[in-house]
């Protein structure tokens, strides 16, 4: 995966980059922010899922799909004379 930098000045308060600093344990201020921008993205994402929980209605019967797969593998096995 390629990574692309951007470069960009912001006007973060102090108190609030120390203090992510702080949590994130990360001790630049550019790796504090990239930690803190990684963890809203998967708070987000997870959050987003979550709103999706009774919205769908799923059948699956993984019992049935677990013996399909075992038949499968036989014949698989039995193709290649184990």
Known sequence: ??????????????????????????KSKTKAITAAMEEYIKHSK???LLSLKGKTALSFDWEA??????????????????
């Open 46 to 48: 997870v959050k987003a």
């Open 1 to 26: 995966m390629e990574v692309h930098i951007m470069r960009a000045t912001l006007n973060i308060p102090d108190d609030l980059i120390k203090e992510v600093q702080k949590l994130s344990g990360k």
């Open 65 to 82: 799909q677990e013996s399909e797969e075992l038949k499968a593998q036989a014949k698989r096995e039995k193709s290649l004379g184990k």
